[in-house]
């Protein structure tokens, strides 16, 4: 399977993190940076404490980002 264009990512807020689930495998490295952990069960990233904005502004170079 090959990405034409940029992955999808989506962002959400729950309770003290950022989820974020989509194209994530493409952005991983970009997840890491952020301090995002990934949850198995759930199938996406957490990043803890973190302002969603600022995490969205961050993954918009590397991906289309939705926001929810």
């Not at 194209?23 to 970009?30: G, S």
């Not at 199938?43 to 803890?48: R, T, V």
């Amino acid at each position: 399977f090959e990405l034409t264009g940029k992955p999808r990512v989506v962002l959400e807020r729950r309770e003290k993190a950022v989820a974020v689930s989509g194209d994530t495998y493409y952005v991983k490295d970009a997840l890491k940076a952020l301090g995002a952990k990934w949850a198995p069960f759930d199938k996406l990233w957490l990043i803890y404490d973190a302002d969603i904005g600022k995490v969205a502004e961050a993954l918009e170079a590397h991906a289309e980002v939705e926001v929810k």
